[in-house]
């Protein structure tokens, strides 16, 4: 089979650059080779009834399949350059600034009109965060929530589908160059194309490095974040969630100087289980149907470790901390702040008796048995700053879960074009340690199809 252009990937990276090539209506043929299900076969066995824990898929259906690792998030796509990637460095940040507001614009076509976009321009915010030795990041966020998301995956997908040839469970184990172009191997089978788009995400990690390796492509390490998610009553942080929905705050610790920062607000909302690879890790979750929604509001506070030499496995390092807490908790761990502070393990009766009810069941422990002191001392002088600009937070019924790791991939070497040092080979996305956000993969996806179409 001979393309003009393999997509490797169908998150949002992938998808991007599909949806921009089929529009121009040029006729190019164009192959999107996916490990994982089509949208609508992407299924979880986890019940929490039968299936309790990860049985290890073939392909998890959480991170792999069409909308990538992006399909089942609730779909915050962050318009920024202060945070979500580093596309900016390759494009610069007006280009950057403008292809997020385009995939916007499409995400906004498919379903997501009516959905709210929030902004920290001009917000009093900024002010009351600086005072209180905190920083508000500034971005525009378009929440979408997990089943608006979802429904503009379905419609894009729907629209692609007649345009572009879609591989689904099929693993390409092999990128060759040859001739001009390059070969692909997936399922046996061969296919050739003149240009090729690597857009693997997280998942797709450990495949890019051989890649990287086989075909001595410079890479470098990247960081791990590390941390907890926090959960309380909604009211604590209603003033901010209700006018900038997800706010980035950055602290900077007095103990070691560490960056400590907000992730992922959910208001309303539940915190749930994620699995990584067979590790269970904590993470949360925003719908935007009002039936769906909770008393409680979550986040996640993390620090970032990046190790260079000797020792440059930083993901390494974020995975052993997180099997620790397997090892504890068989799962996720859950301890109320007053419990942390005061030196002792959260019990199920003290978590039952805790003001704040827990929207995921975890194992009440000590988390400071889990994360080294560094990290956890940073954590705790954190929630004490934000108890400051939303007071309640330091509250001892504040439930902390752990652990969250948010995981890097390691960053290739691409030029302005994202392009490898091959020509044509071009690598996109999270897979490429450039971005870590559906927005700056999306627009990574647009960047390099209008790059081949200019061509
Ligand atoms: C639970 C969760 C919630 C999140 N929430 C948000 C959020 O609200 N906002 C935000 O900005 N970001 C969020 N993210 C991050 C976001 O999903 C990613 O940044 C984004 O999906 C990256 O897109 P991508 O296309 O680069 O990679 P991915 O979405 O990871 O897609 C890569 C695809 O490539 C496939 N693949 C891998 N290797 C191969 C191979 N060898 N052959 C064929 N196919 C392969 C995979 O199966 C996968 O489907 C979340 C992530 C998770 C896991």
């Known amino acids: 089979m001979k393309y003009d252009v393999i997509i490797i990937g169908a998150g949002p990276g992938g998808i991007f650059a599909a949806y921009e090539l089929a529009e121009a209506n040029k006729g190019i043929r164009v192959a999107v080779f996916e490990a994982g299900n089509e949208l609508k076969k992407r299924k979880c066995p986890i019940d929490g009834d039968k299936i309790k824990s990860c049985i290890g898929c073939k392909t998890c259906s959480i991170m792999s399949g069409f909308g990538g690792a992006g399909a089942f998030s609730d779909g915050k796509y962050n318009i920024t350059n202060d945070f979500g990637g580093t596309l900016y460095e390759h494009i610069g940040k007006d280009k950057a600034l403008e292809l997020m507001h385009y995939v916007d614009k499409i995400n906004m076509k498919y379903g997501g009109e009516g959905t709210r976009m929030y902004s920290t321009t001009g917000t009093k915010f900024k002010k009351l965060c600086i005072q209180n030795g905190l920083q508000l990041l500034d971005a525009s966020v378009r929440h979408l929530g997990t089943d608006k998301n979802y429904e503009v995956l379905e419609n894009i997908y729907n629209e692609l589908r007649d345009k572009v040839d879609f591989y689904f469970n099929t693993h390409v184990d092999h990128i060759r160059i040859s001739g001009g172009g390059y070969e692909i191997e997936a399922k046996g089978e061969k296919y050739t194309c003149d240009k090729c788009i690597i857009s693997v995400g997280r998942s797709g990690s450990a495949w890019m490095e051989k890649v990287c390796e086989e075909l001595d492509i410079p890479t470098t390490s990247n960081r791990v974040d590390i941390g907890v998610r926090v959960e309380l009553p909604a009211v604590i942080f209603d003033h901010l969630t209700d006018e900038l929905y997800e706010s980035k705050i950055v602290y900077r610790t007095k103990q ?200």
């Open 256 to 455: 070691f100087g560490d960056r400590v920062r907000t992730f992922c607000m959910n208001p309303h909302d539940a915190v749930v289980n994620e699995n990584t690879n067979g590790i269970i890790t904590v993470n949360g979750h925003s719908y935007e149907s009002a039936d769906k929604h909770t008393e409680n509001t979550n986040f996640a506070l993390l620090v970032a470790k990046h190790f260079s030499e000797p020792f440059k496995d930083s993901n390494g390092y974020g995975e052993s901390i997180a099997r620790l807490s397997n090892m504890l908790g068989g799962g996720v761990i859950v301890q109320r702040f007053g419990d942390l502070v005061k030196g002792q393990r959260s019990t199920p009766s003290r978590i039952n008796e805790s003001f704040t009810r827990p929207t995921l069941k975890a194992t009440p422990g000590d988390l400071s048995l889990v994360l080294p002191k560094r990290i956890m001392d940073g954590i705790i002088e954190m929630i004490y700053a934000l108890d400051k600009i939303a007071p309640g937070t330091a509250n001892d019924d504040t439930l902390l879960y752990g652990v969250e790791v948010k995981f890097y991939n390691m960053e290739v070497e691409l030029d302005e074009n994202l392009e490898t040092k091959y020509k044509d080979l071009y690598v996109i996305g999270d897979g490429s340690g450039v971005t870590h956000s559906l927005s700056h993969a999306s627009a990574s996806g647009v960047y390099v199809a209008r790059r081949m179409l200019e061509e």
